[in-house]
């Protein structure tokens, strides 16, 4: 595309860019949308794994039908994610300045790791065991009955729930970056920032003593985290200061 004599792109050449990344973006997320519903079945029994044989039904007539339709777009919407977040990243990187790009890459590749991780922990740890305290009350006359949508939304919303609160490490030391925290502050405020992990395990998981425990000791270690990655920052801002 044609560049200013600064080597900057014209506002025009931005927008034809935008809408080609987004096209491309769309596309991806259609075709990867239209592969999943085309292969609901296997998708929906890794879903279904943790019932371990709970038949899930529906109650009316198109519910099983939008629910499949639902499950697809939230499959291709991952399925076609590395390429979304490269059209977004290539969009956005010329404009940036070396230390920016670095800066720009950790922070998306802190973001996958750290949210892959929570949606690990939570599909072989976290929700076996609070499917299992919720299957604790099918007793007598009480059967278990999950509609397919009450399920699948059940089920990513935690999922999602847990892969974000992962992200602590990530928005401490964001915050740590601004100056508006620091190591000595997160070490003083140590014991009330674990009672305020404990209540947040309490409200993801059941009331549950030996889940929550599931929940409170990674997020425990994640806060730990969190201070390891603001002291590297402040060392690193330290050491630039004196070479100034």
């Known amino acids: 595309m044609a560049k200013n004599s600064d080597g900057s792109m014209p506002i025009l050449e931005h927008f034809v860019e935008l809408r080609l990344r987004i096209a491309i973006s769309a596309g991806a997320f259609l075709v990867a949308a239209i592969f999943c519903f085309a292969n609901i079945e296997p998708i929906r029994g890794l879903l279904t794994i943790p019932l371990e044989g709970l038949k899930l039904i529906y109650l009316s007539p198109p519910e099983a039908f939008v629910a499949n339709l639902r499950l697809a777009f939230i499959s291709g919407l991952i399925l076609s ?3 979304i977040i490269y059209e977004i990243s290539a969009f956005i990187f010329p404009g940036l300045t070396g230390g920016e790009k670095k800066f720009y890459v950790g922070v998306i590749l802190g973001i996958l790791i750290l949210f892959s991780a929570g949606v690990f922990f939570a599909y072989y740890i976290a929700y ?3 499917l299992f305290f919720f299957l604790r009350f099918a ?3 009480l059967e278990p009955r999950f509609t397919v949508s009450e399920y699948i939304s059940f089920i990513f919303s935690f999922h999602m729930a847990i892969g974000l609160v992962f992200q602590l490490p990530l928005f401490t030391w964001a915050l740590g970056k601004m100056g508006l925290i620091s190591t000595q502050f997160l070490r003083k405020h140590r014991k009330v920032a674990v009672l305020i992990l404990l209540l947040l395990s309490a ?4 009331p549950d003593i030996i889940s929550q425990l599931i ?3 990674p997020l425990t270690l994640l806060y730990e985290l ?3 990655m603001v002291l590297i920052s402040e060392r690193k801002r330290n050491k630039e200061r004196e070479n100034l």
């Open 128 to 130: 076996p065991f609070t």
């Open 203 to 206: 409200v993801i998981t059941p």
């Open 139 to 141: 007793a007598g006359e």
């Open 215 to 217: 929940l409170i000791i």
């Open 226 to 228: 969190g201070i390891l």
């Open 81 to 83: 994610s590395p390429v």
